[in-house]
């Protein structure tokens, strides 16, 4: 079955795509994702001068508006409620999730990283719309690395976890059948798209990986 084939949900939603310095530019990328049915966008723009990021975050909201793309804001939820985004994705050392929920009830959808299975454990009974889990492989797309997980690790705490969970760190068209067969069934990319010439066939080549491999 393509990629097309199917419908993502909240659970089995495939690709989430975050954009770091993305080769071809921000909207670009956007309108790739949206254009492929991309659930989950986040903009992360590290190290950066919040003007600039809000001025892009604006330019994505634009974009992303009324389709089935969900624009999410890293780190930030100050941002992430000015732009009017969906939501706001976490760290383990940003404002926690309760206080971003009394503070910014307009964010429907709050994600938060986590990188072992106590921080997954944790994660869970705040209840989240969903945990990011990795690295699975090894990356440079952060300054101070956390440890690599690995699939089969990555792969459990995945399974374990009472809400969704995405697989992040290294994951690419080649390395992505291993995550699928450890148990992921959602997972980011940042290189694999944001290096890419052509987002839009970079994406879609990696929903078709998922799409061959989840049921």
Known sequence: MSAAGKVPDDTRFGLYLILTNP????????????????????????????????AVARNLRGITAGTATRFIVNDDPSIASEVGADGVHLGQTDMPIETVRERYPGLGIIGLSTHDADQAARANQ??????????????????????????????????????????????????????????????????????????????????????????
């Open 126 to 215: 705040a209840a989240p719309a969903y945990i990011g889990v990795g690295p699975v492989f090894a990356t440079p797309t952060k300054a101070v690395p956390d440890p690599v997980l690995g699939c089969a690790e990555a792969g459990r705490i995945i399974r374990a976890s009472s809400v969704p969970a995405v697989a992040i760190g290294g994951i690419d068209a080649t390395t992505l059948p291993s995550v699928l067969a450890a148990g992921a069934v959602n997972f980011a990319v940042v290189r694999a798209v944001c290096g890419a010439a052509s987002p839009l066939d970079a994406i879609r080549r990696l929903q078709d990986v998922w799409a061959a491999a989840v049921p």
């Open 23 to 54: 080769r071809m530019g921000y909207e670009a990328c956007a309108e790739a994702a949206v254009k492929a049915g991309v659930r989950y966008l986040q903009l992360r723009m590290k190290e950066t001068p919040r003007d600039e990021v809000v």
